[in-house]
């Protein structure tokens, strides 16, 4: 009755909970979200002014690569913030940087091609594949090795893989690929013919390292996926690009935009007022996020806790805990568990892993809320785990 491409698809790692978490709030508790990368921190005001001043009487269909201004402020953006030579033709806009990621899938790839993606990876990548027909096949980072890019991987390299996808800054590690990591990923495509893409969502909340945009690199395999969805908190606008010098990739990637006729309008007209921000904006979100991690990595280790990433970008926090299966803990803190009528909701890692048996005991933890509520989220979590510990001699573990 049903496709088996549905029924081979998995609810979200990111949102699978949800429905506890319903439950829950009904019961009168008040939950800490750590689970999800929506930002807290106010859509600059310059996108609402824009819409109203801009406002046409007609919400009209736009041009299916996305409105004239919309490509030039992205262009503009990635020549002034990112020293990359992007011009307007160079941009397609689409509905947030997930269409843009599936974009890249069903252009390079035919279905039961393969796809390498760097692991842990943003959990999404997953059901775009899926819907692209599309294998992904994880290449294995891990956190005692600071989730580096192994150097065999052309040992992961079939006659059916067509590309290598990866996000920088990376969700959920935080690491943050510079320059030579770029060379070192496109001598790679070079050589086995393949393309790059890589979703830059998070360029600009970085606070250790330079963040090296790989339009800069001036190559053609490469396919650069963005979004105003976190470095302007913006998620609900759904405004992302793919960029690429490749002409090709382009006329292809506009036919499956002609199919969805345009992204929304009003928002890209907001939109085009974001990318015009100066630094002075991009600063204080940098400063916000660091001092937000650094509230985490500073919880955890006052709760003994030695197993975590310290990232280098982006707004999240990986960390393994001393328990059996981290899905189980995160459930439990949603259904039996409350420190004075509240408790956390994270995001269990296992749903951001390919491999079998990875991610089990990982969560990760957003940094998306202020300081005072994040402090007391790590308070009752780290109380919920400790708890746990006690409760359940199986996962009984010692933290030092």
């Not at 508790?29 to 600059?44: A, E, F, R, S, V």
């Not at 600071?146 to 800054?169: E, Q």
């Not at 959920?172 to 030579?180: F, L």
């Not at 197993?307 to 189980?328: C, D, Q, W």
Request: hydrophobic letters at 40%.
């Amino acid at each position: 009755m049903f496709s088996e491409r549905v029924l081979k698809f998995e609810e979200s790692p990111i949102r699978k909970l949800v429905p506890y978490a319903e439950t829950t709030r009904r019961r009168g508790i008040k939950i800490y979200h750590l689970n999800i990368g929506q930002p807290d921190l106010k859509t600059p005001g310059v996108f609402f002014k824009s819409i109203q001043r801009k406002r046409p009487d007609v919400v009209y269909y736009s041009h299916s690569a996305g409105i004239r201004e919309l490509r030039e402020a992205f262009a503009s953006y990635y020549q002034r913030r990112q020293n990359a030579s992007v011009e307007p033709e160079n941009v397609l806009v689409t509905n947030g940087g997930s269409e843009a990621i599936l974009f890249s899938f069903t252009v390079v790839a035919d279905p039961g091609d393969e796809i390498l993606v760097l692991e842990p990876f943003y959990a999404n990548y997953r059901a775009f594949a899926r819907i692209a027909g599309v294998k992904l096949v994880p290449v294995v980072r891990r956190m005692e090795d600071n989730f580096s890019i192994p150097n065999n991987l052309d040992n992961f390299v079939s006659d059916r893989t067509k590309a290598i996808v990866l996000s920088n800054p990376c969700n959920p590690t935080g690491v943050v690929y510079g320059e030579k990591d770029l060379h070192y990923l496109l001598d790679f495509v070079e050589r086995n013919d393949l393309f790059m893409i890589v979703d830059e969502v998070y360029s600009e909340i970085v606070f250790r390292g330079n963040f090296v945009s790989a339009m800069t690199l001036e190559n053609d395999r490469v396919i650069v996926v963005d979004s105003v969805s976190k470095k302007f908190s913006a998620c609900g606008a759904r405004v992302g690009c793919l960029i690429t010098k490749n002409e090709r990739v382009l006329k292809h990637a506009m036919k499956l935009a002609q199919g969805r006729l345009s992204p929304p309008l009003l928002e890209q007209i907001g939109s085009v007022a974001l990318l015009n921000l100066d630094d002075d904006f991009f600063e204080t979100v940098r400063e916000t996020y660091r001092e937000r991690v650094e509230i985490i990595i500073d919880k955890l280790e006052e709760h003994g806790l030695k197993k975590f990433t310290r990232p280098s970008g982006a707004f999240y926090v990986t960390v393994e805990l001393p328990v059996e299966n981290a899905e189980e803990f995160a459930k439990w803190m949603l259904t039996d568990f409350n420190l004075n009528g509240e408790t956390t909701m994270v995001a269990p890692l296992k749903g951001f892993y390919i491999t079998p048996g990875l991610g089990k005991r990982e969560i990760r933890i957003a940094c998306v809320l202020e300081k005072k509520s994040l402090s007391r989220a790590m308070d009752v979590l780290m109380e919920g785990l400790n708890t746990w510990l006690k409760k359940f001699s199986s996962a009984r573990r010692c933290l030092s």
